[in-house]
C-alpha cells in the first residue's frame, strides 16, 4: 500500500505524522470518493513529488474517471483562486475588489461531480494555500448543502498531515543530497 510506503519514508522525528496519516486517511470515515479526491487534490496541492507519486495511484484506484478529473481540476484552479482571492483580502486598497476578476472557473460550476465533494476537495486545497477568503467562501457552500462539520473538518486534517509530510519528506531530500 502507498500509504504504508508514505509513511516508512518519514524519519523517526516525524512519527506524529506517520500516525497521522494512518488515522485521517487510513481510518477514514469519509466515503471513498470525498477520501481520495481530497487526497489527490491535497497531495496536487503540496507540490511534493514525492507524496503525489505515492497517493496518486491509489486515488485513482478509488476514484471513477470523473472523480479523478474533478479532484485535479480542484487543485488546479484553486491554485490560481486561492494566489488571486487572497491577494484581493491583503491589499489595502480594497478597490481591487469591487474590480470585476475575469478568469476562468467554469469547473466550479460543473465539476462532473457531485457539488458538495467538489467544494470539499477545493476547501481542504485552499487549506493547505492558505486563503482565507476561499476558506469561508467554500465552507458556506458545504454547511448550506448540510454537510456536516466533521466532514470538513476530516478534510482540514488532510490537508494539514499532507502538507506537513510533503514539507518533511521534500526538505530530508535536500538535505540528503547536500550530505552525498
Avoid at 503540496?46 to 471513477?64: D, I
Avoid at 474533478?70 to 484553486?78: C, D, E, F, P, T
Wanted: proline share 3%.
Amino acid at each position: 500500500m502507498a500509504l504504508d510506503d508514505l509513511k516508512s519514508a518519514l524519519p523517526d522525528y516525524a512519527k506524529d505524522l506517520k500516525l497521522n496519516l494512518g488515522s485521517v486517511i487510513g481510518n477514514s470515515d469519509l466515503p471513498a470518493q470525498q477520501l481520495w479526491g481530497t487526497v489527490l487534490s491535497c497531495a496536487m496541492a503540496t507540490r511534493s513529488p514525492a507524496v503525489l507519486r505515492e497517493l496518486e495511484p491509489e486515488a485513482k484506484a478509488n476514484l471513477s474517471p470523473e472523480a479523478y478529473n474533478a479532484a485535479k481540476g480542484a487543485a488546479a484552479v484553486m491554485g490560481m483562486n486561492n494566489v488571486y482571492y487572497r491577494t484581493l483580502h491583503l491589499l489595502s486598497d480594497k478597490e481591487y475588489s469591487s474590480m470585476r476578476a475575469g478568469l476562468r472557473m467554469n469547473i466550479i460550476g460543473t465539476p462532473g461531480v457531485e457539488k458538495a465533494d467538489f467544494e470539499l476537495w477545493c476547501f481542504a486545497v485552499s487549506a493547505i494555500n492558505g486563503c482565507g477568503q476561499c476558506l469561508d467562501s467554500h465552507e458556506a457552500v458545504l454547511r448550506k448543502a448540510g454537510v456536516e462539520r466533521e466532514v470538513i473538518q476530516a478534510s482540514m486534517k488532510i490537508a494539514a498531515v499532507l502538507q506537513a509530510v510533503a514539507g518533511v519528506l521534500d526538505s530530508e531530500a535536500v538535505l540528503a543530497a547536500v550530505d552525498a
